[in-house]
């Protein structure tokens, strides 16, 4: 959870950037911006803050040397000496000026903010802000206008929707500090611009990497493997990831050992799970631990896709919670279509 106070801005630079493949341009602000009043700093806060919900934290990374990562770069000299924001700021909005090349990327405001006390995981600490808004919403302007009133449309910010945001701070730097990113508008190919492009950045390997990863795995091997191996139903495939989940929800730590033997069961089963993690890790590029404590952040965003479900043609689909001996499969020879049975005390 990300948390700061109203007064816990204490530096902004504004550039606008646009779109150097159609020679959008790329507009310098000589100063840092003026905030007048805290009714302002009371917008702009929530403004920037407001959208990093996720507790999914990435880190800034480069091939060769952490070091060669223009946003590290910048961010650790703000950090070293906060009066440099305005001159990094310059550098941060030339560098995403050059990786704006798609097309589909808009234009707009690029913002730079050093942010003094903010809170992430009960910890304090500074952050470097680096927000983009993108697209303008109309809105109306209703004035009075001698004994009537007066109304006009203006275009704008709406301060409800960030469109893109990172917040760096200052922790664990030698690893590339933790990272938080927002990417709201774009879901194409041209989103890669912002996190893999500008920003550089991949997944941080806590808590929440090996909750997300681990229970990925499962449903995988679940769905897609066991099947191949053993005659499993569907209903057994469902009531294996309800056994998961559970497992995750009611653990306060993870133990390979003690998740196979408790979910798993059968030492057959348990022996091609381990193997499939091997294949899994490598045809992935992972690395997953056998021990970790479990982010409960994780297991509640993994619990929405590890839903069992047994969708039957186009008509229906079963969702299975757990019992799956009150589920029963069939064959009927008269119709050559096969059916369930489901057992129940009542209906609600």
């Given at each position: 959870m990300i948390y700061a106070e109203n007064n816990s801005i204490q530096k902004l630079t504004i550039h606008h950037v646009g779109n150097k493949a159609i020679e959008g341009g790329l507009s310098l602000s000589k100063k840092e911006?003026?905030?007048?009043?805290?009714?302002?700093?009371?917008?702009?806060?929530?403004?920037?803050?407001?959208?990093?919900?996720?507790?999914?934290?990435?880190?800034?990374?480069?091939d060769i040397d952490l070091n060669m990562n223009e946003v590290f770069v910048c961010a650790s000299k703000i950090f070293d000496n906060p009066e440099t924001l305005h001159e990094q700021s310059i550098n941060l909005a030339k560098h995403?000026?050059?990786?704006?090349?798609?097309?589909?990327?808009?234009?707009?405001?690029?913002?730079?903010?050093?942010?003094?006390?903010?809170?992430?995981?009960?910890?304090?600490?500074?952050a470097v802000g680096?927000?983009?808004?993108?697209?303008?919403?109309?809105?109306?302007?209703?004035?009075?206008?001698?004994?009537?009133?007066?109304?006009?449309?203006q275009q704008g910010i709406n301060i409800n929707k960030l469109d893109k945001g990172c917040l760096i701070f200052n922790i664990d730097k030698e690893n590339g500090y933790v990272v938080a990113v927002v990417d709201n508008t774009n879901k194409g190919m041209e989103a890669q611009y912002w996190i893999d492009d500008f920003l550089h950045v991949r997944q941080r390997q806590d808590e929440y990497y090996n909750t997300q990863n681990v229970m990925s795995m499962c449903k995988n091997f679940v769905t897609k493997a066991l099947p191949q191996q053993y005659d499993i139903s569907k209903a057994e495939q469902a009531d294996l990831i309800n056994k998961s989940v559970k497992f995750f929800k009611e653990?306060?730590?993870?133990?390979?050992?003690?998740?196979?033997?408790?979910?798993?069961?059968?030492?057959?089963?348990?022996?091609?799970?381990?193997?499939?993690?091997?294949?899994?890790?490598?045809?992935?590029?992972?690395?997953?631990?056998?021990?970790?404590?479990?982010?409960?952040?994780?297991?509640?965003?993994?619990?929405?896709?590890?839903?069992?479900?047994?969708?039957?043609?186009?008509?229906?689909?079963?969702?299975?919670?757990?019992?799956?001996?009150?589920?029963?499969?069939?064959y009927d020879e008269e119709t050559g279509m096969y059916y369930y049975q489901l057992f129940f005390k009542e209906e609600q």
């Open positions: 911006a003026g905030i007048l009043g805290d009714g302002i700093y009371s917008v702009l806060v929530p403004y920037f803050l407001s959208p990093f919900k996720s507790e999914e934290y990435f880190c800034f990374h480069h995403l000026y050059e990786q704006s090349i798609h097309p589909k990327i808009k234009g707009g405001e690029f913002y730079v903010v050093y942010f003094r006390d903010c809170v992430i995981n009960e910890e304090i600490t500074d680096l927000f983009k808004s993108e697209n303008k919403d109309t809105f109306l302007k209703v004035f009075p206008s001698g004994d009537s009133f007066e109304i006009e449309s653990k306060d730590s993870f133990d390979m050992e003690e998740f196979t033997n408790e979910v798993i069961v059968e030492p057959g089963v348990i022996n091609s799970f381990k193997e499939y993690k091997s294949e899994y890790q490598r045809e992935r590029d992972l690395d997953i631990v056998d021990n970790f404590t479990i982010s409960e952040a994780a297991v509640k965003k993994q619990s929405r896709i590890l839903k069992s479900v047994i969708k039957l043609d186009k008509n229906f689909h079963i969702y299975v919670h757990g019992n799956n001996q009150y589920i029963k499969r069939g």
